[in-house]
């Protein structure tokens, strides 16, 4: 297992009606809105052509795949009632 280094919280201010359609958005492609956010300056970055040689990955969220998952022991067959 990689260690990860701490990420980086930053307070952002947003006006709200930026901050309602970015969450749209983010939701529309099953995010939530700070990974929406950072997807979107990573992308700037790489367009700009400032994208740092080593970024870390983004994050996986949610559920891992199940090759990855410890497997579960099995459970003790129950009685059958009579």
Excluded: C, Y
């Excluded at 970015?22 to 700070?34: I, P």
């Excluded at 970055?45 to 040689?53: F, I, M, N, Q, V």
Aim: no cysteine; charged share 35%.
């Amino acid at each position: 297992m990689t260690e990860r280094s701490p990420r980086k919280q930053v307070l952002l201010r947003l006006d709200p009606a930026v901050h309602e359609a970015l969450a749209r958005w983010a939701a529309d492609e099953l995010r939530s809105a700070n990974a929406q956010i950072e997807f979107l300056l990573r992308k700037a970055l790489a367009d700009a052509g400032r994208l740092p040689t080593a970024p870390g990955p983004l994050p996986r969220r949610g559920r891992p795949p199940k090759a990855a998952r410890p497997e579960r022991p099995e459970r003790p067959e129950r009685p059958q009632p009579e």
